[in-house]
């Protein structure tokens, strides 16, 4: 299950109890209508240790989401397309963030040479 407040989303693992994880896509998939969701696990792990996953949100009879396995390779394979698009669009932004930085000492070494 998916338990989301303002800051971070919950799932209920098998033995009952909840743990944090960070969502970085949820997404549908217009083919058949399917949501996926990729996230990963956030408890005392270094950013560059995390493991991604991807998971199918089913709608439970009481209202409630719930991740399940994803057992279609056409939908894992739809899924590996959203998360190198999106990999692809975080690298883009942190190459974009380091020009903007790297310009921006650029133009503060112009200035100093002028002065």
Same mark, same amino acid.
């Given at each position: 299950? $998916?338990? @989301? %407040?303002?800051?971070? #989303?919950?799932?209920?693992? /098998?033995?009952?109890? &909840?743990?944090?994880?960070?969502?970085?896509?949820?997404?549908?998939?217009?083919?058949?209508?399917?949501?996926?969701?990729?996230?990963?696990?956030?408890?005392?792990?270094?950013?560059?240790?995390?493991?991604?996953?991807?998971?199918? $949100?089913? @709608? %439970?009879?009481?209202? #409630?989401?719930?991740?399940? /396995?994803?057992?279609? &390779?056409?939908?894992?394979?739809?899924?590996?397309?959203?998360?190198?698009?999106?990999?692809?669009?975080?690298?883009?932004?942190?190459?974009?963030?380091?020009?903007?930085?790297?310009?921006?000492?650029?133009?503060?070494?112009?200035?100093?040479?002028?002065?």
């Amino acid at each position: 299950m $998916i338990n @989301k %407040n303002d800051e971070l #989303s919950f799932i209920t693992g /098998e033995d009952g109890k &909840e743990k944090p994880i960070q969502v970085f896509e949820e997404f549908e998939r217009e083919e058949n209508g399917k949501r996926f969701v990729i996230y990963t696990d956030i408890e005392d792990i270094d950013f560059e240790d995390r493991e991604f996953f991807v998971a199918e $949100i089913i @709608k %439970n009879s009481d209202g #409630s989401e719930e991740l399940v /396995e994803i057992t279609s &390779e056409e939908d894992m394979e739809y899924c590996q397309e959203v998360f190198d698009s999106m990999v692809d669009r975080i690298l883009s932004a942190n190459l974009s963030d380091d020009e903007d930085e790297s310009q921006d000492d650029d133009s503060v070494d112009e200035e100093t040479l002028v002065s």
